[in-house]
T-cell receptor, first 110, second 113 residues
Framework: RKEVEQDPGPFNVPEGATVAFNCTYS??????FFWYRQDCRKEPKLLMS???SGNEDGRFTAQLNRASQYISLLIRDSKLSDSATYLCVVWGSSASKIIFGSGTRLSIRP | EAGVAQSPRYKIIEKRQSVAFWCNPISGHATLYWYQQILGQGPKLLIQFQNNGVVDDSQLPKDRFSAERLKGVDSTLKIQPAKLEDSAVYLCASTPQGTGELFFGEGSRLTVL
């Protein structure tokens, strides 16, 4: 079993739709969780951190479920510019261990 | 503030040749990472430095890959000899103290023929 698993997609949804991705992790001692966005042929950039209480940033909502060991990302009212690959990132039990998921590709169509 | 600088952006070599990539992290960032990202996959950590010391190199193929950060600032990643499966983007990232947001450079895209 991979340490961090994501549905690779692609998710192809119309503009304005709501879309959600999950990411599961295997190490219950993992400390910190993030979502990064990676545009085609570009470097990953931090989208948002994921807090235990859940957090929202505009149209984006991230949640953590420690009991089931997954994090989620919800995008509301999707825009064409949201088309990208979304990478789940888990910091392990030691701060030095950072693991990336393989990414979920999202394509928003007009 | 200047971001993470990497060079070269693109490199094409034949198998069994050698290649070196350079990274200059954000000023003041103590922790530097080298990642390998193969097309369609997430970044895989190759090596992590804290200042000029190695924190984690467990996934670095040490028979062909080497990396150094001699003065605790910029870093070089070398591959010798290259194999076809080394074709990937090599991403350098830095953080102030090994926690929080990773800041990535634009990457060095390697094609091995």
């Amino acid at each position: 079993r991979k340490e961090v698993e994501q549905d690779p997609g692609p998710f192809n949804v119309p503009e304005g739709a709501t879309v959600a991705f999950n990411c599961t992790y295997s190490n219950s001692a993992s400390q910190s969780f993030f979502w990064y966005r990676q545009d085609c042929r570009k470097e990953p950039k931090l989208l948002m951190s994921v807090y235990s209480s859940g957090n929202e940033d505009g149209r984006f909502t991230a949640q953590l479920n420690r009991a089931s060991q997954y994090i989620s990302l919800l995008i509301r009212d999707s825009k064409l510019s949201d088309s990208a690959t979304y990478l789940c990132v888990v910091w392990g039990s030691s701060a030095s261990k950072i693991i990336f998921g393989s990414g979920t590709r999202l394509s928003i169509r007009p | 503030e200047a971001g993470v600088a990497q060079s070269p952006r693109y490199k094409i070599i034949e198998k069994r040749q050698s290649v070196a990539f350079w990274c200059n992290p954000i000023s003041g960032h103590a922790t530097l990472y080298w990642y390998q990202q193969i097309l369609g996959q997430g970044p895989k950590l190759l090596i992590q430095f804290q200042n000029n010391g190695v924190v984690d190199d467990s996934q670095l193929p040490k028979d062909r890959f080497s990396a150094e950060r001699l003065k605790g600032v910029d870093s070089t990643l070398k591959i010798q000899p290259a194999k076809l499966e080394d074709s990937a983007v090599y991403l350098c990232a830095s953080t102030p103290q090994g926690t929080g947001e990773l800041f990535f450079g634009e990457g060095s895209r390697l094609t091995v023929l």
